[in-house]
């Protein structure tokens, strides 16, 4: 504190000890704004904070003793936040700053030039400022810049969760190593972690600072990533027959803390139509950047076909959050009732390219934050009873992602399109089909038939809290099936409701899809009951 504020403060001190219980007045000479407190102590305090201000050359002006109160007139002079500055020569040749300027604020242009240095590296960089002199009741000042030592990031340290893949590590590694220590990095950082699939940060990122080295600290934990997705679903089959359809869904992931996951899935539809599907992911083979994907998938329609798919695949991780991967196609159909004359048996062998992204999210209820994946086959296909050889071309593109409006409101985009390019014309047995409560809602699962089809949706959600949402979504679609020459246009309407339960989060919903000019059939609603359990 100023010399010159704690005389005033001394001389004050004396008068308020001879009147403790009269009010003090603290008029500014200047501005004549006053401040009225109770006790000699809250004056002290006032005249105190003047320093706090930047008024570090207040002064008494006079003191006058009223019949009930103490008027106290004070100057604060000039305002060292106001300030004539002068940059020093690193400064003027760093930032291109002009010799001198002039600045109403010069706490906020301190905090400025730190910042700029703290983006370069210089964590301990120290901001001077140097008084020169007061001209026309302004003060100049020379700011300068102690930078001290570039901090780069030097390695990571896990803490917590510690037997996570090698892989993990070398990956963070090999994209922060040697970067610029700065809020943008570990911003980063926190933003890569935040949305991994397998484990989740318990607090941010944490810096040890040595002489020579920037270490951080991560500290995890293993989320639980295991689950049992099972749902129920109530309708009318083509007859218009009630019936039930359902799913199960187990997917047993990272059990052996290398980010691997076995999942099993079986689903009936209405139709009498069954799906099994095997998957096997082994994300970081013998230590590296390549992981191994295989899948099995079973479709059998009552006792007319049956259809079997072997797709082997290899990949490369091109972030925590993108993978390219290269795969085989090896499919085989036969027909089960030679009476059914729509299918035909066929073998297909192929190659095929595709691409994910996946990004997690904060919000436990959103099982992804934006999830986008595209594919590309080459087949080879071969019909056996007419020894017909033909080429063709597999596409399919979905993506999806949570868009925060505000508060608790969301909106949910998802689309989904795919394409079976051929020159032959198509049996039934190898269409695609959708619909269904993860497709085109409103329908029965698996009962639209198709070699192309697009949908997209949207889905407001609002949030009660962070274990229940009311969702309303509308989805419109397109398809075509060049064997039955149709290519009908789709709608599908409804609403939701999403909770978690101690044994999950459970989901409610009822939907309604048709074809555009076909009459509403309140006979048509879908009702879809089912349940995520993660452990």
């Given at each position: 504190?100023?010399?010159?504020?704690?005389?005033?403060?001394?001389?004050?001190?004396?008068?308020?000890?001879?009147?403790?219980?009269?009010?003090?007045?603290?008029?500014?000479?200047?501005?004549?704004?006053?401040?009225?407190?109770?006790?000699?102590?809250?004056?002290?305090?006032?005249?105190?904070?003047?320093?706090?201000?930047?008024?570090?050359?207040?002064?008494?002006?006079?003191?006058?003793?009223?019949?009930?109160?103490?008027?106290?007139?004070?100057d604060k002079g000039p305002n060292f936040n106001q300030a004539q500055v002068k940059f020093s020569d690193s400064l003027q040749k760093e930032f291109n700053y002009p010799k001198e300027i002039y600045v109403k604020n010069l706490d906020s242009?301190?905090?400025?030039?730190?910042?700029?240095?703290?983006?370069?590296?210089?964590?301990?960089?120290?901001?001077?400022?140097?008084?020169?002199?007061?001209?026309?009741?302004?003060?100049?000042?020379?700011?300068?810049?102690?930078?001290?030592?570039?901090?780069?990031?030097?390695?990571?340290?896990?803490?917590?969760?510690?037997?996570?893949?090698?892989?993990?590590?070398?990956?963070?590694?090999?994209?922060?190593?040697?970067?610029?220590?700065?809020?943008?990095?570990?911003?980063?950082?926190?933003?890569?972690?935040?949305?991994?699939?397998?484990?989740?940060?318990?607090?941010?990122?944490?810096?040890?600072?040595?002489?020579?080295?920037?270490?951080?600290?991560?500290?995890?934990?293993?989320?639980?990533?295991?689950?049992?997705?099972?749902?129920?679903?109530?309708?009318?089959?083509?007859?218009?027959?009630?019936?039930?359809?359902?799913?199960?869904?187990?997917?047993?992931?990272?059990?052996?803390?290398?980010?691997?996951?076995?999942?099993?899935?079986?689903?009936?539809?209405?139709?009498?139509?069954?799906?099994?599907?095997?998957?096997?992911?082994?994300?970081?083979?013998?230590?590296?950047?390549?992981?191994?994907?295989?899948?099995?998938?079973?479709?059998?329609?009552?006792?007319?076909?049956?259809?079997?798919?072997?797709?082997?695949?290899?990949?490369?991780?091109?972030?925590?959050?993108?993978?390219?991967?290269?795969?085989?196609?090896?499919?085989?159909?036969?027909v089960l009732d030679s009476l059914y004359t729509q299918a035909q048996d066929f073998t297909k062998k192929g190659i095929g390219v595709w691409y994910q992204y996946q990004s997690g999210s904060d919000i436990p209820l959103f099982i992804y934050?934006?999830?986008?994946?595209?594919?590309?086959?080459?087949?080879?296909?071969?019909?056996?009873?007419?020894?017909?050889?033909?080429?063709?071309?597999?596409?399919?593109?979905?993506?999806?992602?949570?868009?925060?409006?505000?508060?608790?409101?969301?909106?949910?985009?998802?689309?989904?399109?795919?394409?079976?390019?051929?020159?032959?014309?198509?049996?039934?047995?190898?269409?695609?089909?959708?619909?269904?409560?993860?497709?085109?809602?409103?329908?029965?699962?698996?009962?639209?038939?198709?070699?192309?089809?697009?949908?997209?949706?949207?889905?407001?959600?609002?949030?009660?809290?962070?274990?229940?949402?009311?969702?309303?979504?509308?989805?419109?679609?397109?398809?075509?099936?060049?064997?039955?020459?149709?290519?009908?246009?789709?709608?599908?309407?409804?609403?939701?409701?999403?909770?978690?339960?101690?044994?999950?989060?459970?989901?409610?919903?009822?939907?309604?899809?048709?074809?555009?000019?076909?009459?509403?059939?309140?006979?048509?609603?879908?009702?879809?009951?089912?349940?995520?359990?993660?452990?």
């Amino acid at each position: 504190m100023p010399k010159s504020l704690l005389y005033i403060i001394a001389i004050f001190w004396t008068v308020f000890l001879q009147a403790q219980q009269r009010d003090f007045w603290l008029i500014d000479k200047d501005t004549q704004t006053k401040n009225i407190v109770k006790d000699s102590a809250a004056a002290v305090k006032f005249l105190d904070s003047l320093a706090q201000t930047s008024y570090f050359f207040a002064k008494l002006h006079s003191v006058e003793n009223k019949d009930q109160h103490t008027e106290i007139y004070y100057d604060k002079g000039p305002n060292f936040n106001q300030a004539q500055v002068k940059f020093s020569d690193s400064l003027q040749k760093e930032f291109n700053y002009p010799k001198e300027i002039y600045v109403k604020n010069l706490d906020s242009l301190k905090l400025k030039i730190n910042q700029r240095y703290r983006d370069k590296g210089f964590a301990f960089n120290r901001v001077r400022t140097k008084f020169i002199e007061i001209k026309n009741d302004k003060p100049t000042i020379e700011i300068s810049v102690v930078p001290a030592q570039q901090r780069r990031i030097n390695s990571f340290v896990v803490r917590g969760y510690e037997r996570v893949p090698k892989r993990f590590v070398k990956n963070l590694e090999k994209a922060y190593l040697g970067k610029v220590y700065d809020d943008k990095n570990l911003v980063a950082i926190n933003k890569d972690l935040q949305g991994h699939t397998f484990v989740s940060l318990e607090k941010p990122p944490q810096t040890l600072f040595t002489k020579d080295s920037t270490q951080i600290y991560l500290f995890l934990q293993k989320k639980r990533v295991n689950n049992f997705d099972g749902m129920l679903g109530f309708g009318n089959d083509k007859t218009e027959k009630f019936t039930f359809n359902g799913t199960i869904n187990i997917a047993l992931r990272n059990m052996f803390n290398g980010f691997e996951s076995i999942s099993l899935y079986w689903q009936r539809n209405p139709d009498k139509g069954q799906t099994f599907d095997l998957q096997t992911d082994i994300p970081y083979t013998f230590k590296s950047n390549v992981g191994v994907n295989v899948g099995v998938n079973i479709y059998r329609q009552d006792s007319t076909f049956a259809t079997v798919k072997f797709r082997p695949a290899l990949y490369l991780h091109l972030s925590q959050n993108q993978k390219i991967g290269l795969r085989g196609i090896f499919e085989s159909s036969a027909v089960l009732d030679s009476l059914y004359t729509q299918a035909q048996d066929f073998t297909k062998k192929g190659i095929g390219v595709w691409y994910q992204y996946q990004s997690g999210s904060d919000i436990p209820l959103f099982i992804y934050n934006t999830n986008i994946r595209a594919e590309v086959d080459f087949i080879k296909s071969n019909y056996d009873k007419t020894n017909l050889s033909v080429n063709q071309m597999r596409y399919f593109v979905s993506g999806e992602h949570n868009f925060h409006l505000k508060g608790n409101h969301y909106l949910n985009l998802r689309g989904e399109s795919a394409l079976l390019s051929a020159k032959n014309d198509l049996s039934v047995n190898e269409l695609f089909r959708f619909g269904g409560w993860n497709s085109m809602r409103g329908f029965n699962e698996l009962s639209l038939v198709s070699d192309f089809y697009a949908f997209g949706g949207a889905e407001y959600r609002y949030l009660v809290n962070d274990q229940a949402f009311f969702d309303v979504f509308a989805q419109y679609g397109t398809m075509s099936n060049k064997s039955l020459n149709a290519s009908p246009s789709l709608y599908s309407l409804g609403l939701g409701f999403n909770f978690f339960l101690p044994v999950g989060l459970m989901s409610f919903q009822i939907s309604n899809g048709n074809q555009f000019g076909n009459p509403f059939k309140f006979s048509e609603t879908k009702i879809h009951w089912g349940i995520v359990s993660r452990f």
